[in-house]
């Protein structure tokens, strides 16, 4: 992560994710969050590829529910094809977020979708999350 101050991504222990924002005039930012194509380690192989490399068969769920609590929230829904996903748009005037506190618990929930061809080997996949320092239009 790069450490962009005033407003920065922080990961700690009892917190996954966190922004802070100072800046005086609280003018909102946005986190997304991207996860490139499942490939095999050598690169020779997308997961589900059948000649198409652009990869998407496989889908994190980020979620998070309060200690005791059955119901879960889904925060964001990311396949693994490198487009973004809004992950938090905080507004003017709002300033900090945590994914995961201590009463909140945080899961990722990782799916593939059935493909009619797969290669066993050790798959590689990069999250890639970028920091705007203004709300999405």
């Known amino acids: 992560f790069q450490n962009v101050s005033p407003v920065a991504i922080i990961l700690c222990a009892t917190t996954i994710l966190s922004v802070t924002d100072t800046r005086p005039n609280k003018p909102g930012w946005h986190l997304q969050m991207s996860l490139s194509p499942f490939t095999l380690a050598d690169g020779s192989y997308v997961l589900g590829d059948n000649g198409n490399t652009s990869g998407g068969k496989a889908e994190m769920v980020i979620a998070e529910n309060k200690d005791n609590e059955a119901k879960v929230t889904e925060i964001a829904r990311v396949r ?21 506190t201590e009463e909140m618990q945080t899961q990722a929930f990782m799916s593939i979708q059935k493909t009619p061809s797969v290669r066993t080997g050790q798959y590689r996949s990069t999250v890639t999350w970028t920091l705007s320092d203004a709300p999405m239009p």
Do not use: Q, R
Not at 80 to 100: E, F
């Open 80 to 100: 693994d094809n490198g487009n973004a996903v809004t992950v938090k748009n905080m507004a003017p005037g709002g300033s900090n977020w945590s994914l995961g």
